[in-house]
């Protein structure tokens, strides 16, 4: 998928809405998504939800996607009602797959890097669905580490979500409908963007092959030269509000780690 695929996925999305569904489109000053994490009845939600939200390419180990990380989506009308039963693949947070340097465009985030052309091996990542469609009160979630059959919000490893480097807004869709984060339920629109945390913060970006979707020396001399240095909060990974030696040795815990090593799938 290049240049116009994210485009297609929309146009083909849309084409696919129920008629029911088609009466109530999502308002984007009453839907939004928020990040959480922990138990479904009393979430963590905000900057502590966030600490929670990293990744490695292989998607890997129990610190991977912490306490169920996700995205609780809340879709709504107009008139404030809840617009329930909305496809799960419907619900979309997007990737172009790669960069513009790769020949990757779209309105999907361009920073991520979730290719085979570059990365042999690696899943074609562009669309990460939600667990679920959504429920009476208009709301489903996306786990980052992958959807478990029957319980929304609960997270289960799925080797098909495997992508590399990092980006501070990635656009999420409902029903073709892009819509704004909050930081907390009780926040304003617009206060959170949609991210995840990756230990694969350096390289991959350009045309050379096999260079993307893993943590190696570039990784952990990037961080490294940022402890004492400017804050990097892409390089915080436990989201307190310093790069130090906890960011750096959780780092070299996942040091070699590909798409598909130590896992092949």
Not at 3 to 28: E, K
Not at 202 to 218: D, H, I
Not at 227 to 245: M, S
């Amino acid at each position: 998928m290049n240049n116009s695929a994210a485009r297609c996925i929309l146009l083909a999305l849309a084409l696919l809405i129920p008629q029911a569904a088609r009466g109530q489109v999502p308002d984007v000053t009453l839907s939004y998504f928020v990040p959480q994490s922990g138990s479904l009845s009393t979430p963590t939600e905000g900057q502590l939800a966030i600490r929670n939200a990293r990744t490695c390419p292989n998607v890997d180990r129990d610190q991977i996607y912490f306490q169920n990380a996700r995205l609780k989506i809340v879709v709504q009308a107009s008139d404030g009602s809840p617009i329930p039963g909305i496809a799960a693949a419907d619900i979309c947070v997007m990737f172009n797959g790669g960069t513009p340097a790769q020949g990757f465009t779209g309105i999907g985030a361009d920073s991520i890097i979730a290719n085979s052309q570059f990365n042999p091996g690696c899943p074609d990542v562009h669309c990460i669905t939600a667990d679920a469609p959504t429920d009476s009160s208009g709301a489903t979630y996306i786990s980052w580490r992958g959807s478990t059959p029957g319980q929304p919000g609960i997270g289960t490893r799925d080797p098909s979500r495997k992508f590399g480097a990092w980006e501070g807004d990635v656009p999420l869709y409902v029903l073709g409908v892009q819509l704004q984060g909050k930081l907390t339920s009780a926040s304003p629109l617009g206060s959170y963007t949609a991210h995840v945390k990756n230990l694969d913060c350096v390289g991959g970006r350009g045309t050379a092959p096999n260079q993307g979707e893993m943590v190696n020396s570039l990784d952990i001399n990037a961080v490294q030269a940022a402890i004492g240095g400017p804050y990097r909060y892409h390089l915080d990974f436990d989201n307190n509000g310093i790069v130090n030696t906890i960011d750096l040795n959780f780092l070299k815990g996942h040091n070699n780690h590909k798409c598909n090593y130590p896992l092949v799938n």
